[in-house]
Nanobody, 118 residues
Framework: QVQLVESGGGLVQSGGSLRLSCATSGLTFSRHTMLWYRRAPGKERELVASITRTGDTANYGDSVKGRFTISRDNAKNTVALQMNSLKPEDTAMYYC???????????WGQGTQVTVSS
């Protein structure tokens, strides 16, 4: 079955960096747009970043532009989110999502917690 497993979350001080990774299995990775979302307590889920199946185009939410970078490795079926200059407001559970470009079916990971202390 399809699995998405996030890793790399943790506790970091304001201004620090973390690199999240999402390992996928059970799907044709190169046929999926990959996305990172986050949800902070008491807030709506927010789209953080997305990357096309070939990796040639990435888009970012306004709150993370210039600080976060999404990338993918189609040979390893993984997608990463490099997060720099972290702020306390980046504290959230971060989720990886895969979206099939043909069927539009979506798959979610279980999430990884990122906590940024001030």
């Amino acid at each position: 079955q399809v699995q998405l497993v996030e890793s790399g979350g943790g506790l970091v001080q304001s201004g620090g960096s973390l690199r999240l990774s999402c390992a996928t299995s059970g799907l044709t990775f190169s046929r999926h747009t990959m996305l990172w979302y986050r949800r902070a307590p008491g807030k709506e889920r927010e789209l953080v970043a997305s990357i096309t199946r070939t990796g040639d185009t990435a888009n970012y939410g306004d709150s993370v532009k210039g600080r976060f970078t999404i990338s993918r490795d189609n040979a390893k079926n993984t997608v990463a989110l490099q997060m720099n200059s972290l702020k306390p407001e980046d504290t959230a559970m971060y989720y990886c999502k895969a979206r099939d470009i043909i069927t539009r079916r979506e798959y979610w990971g279980q999430g990884t917690q990122v906590t940024v202390s001030s």
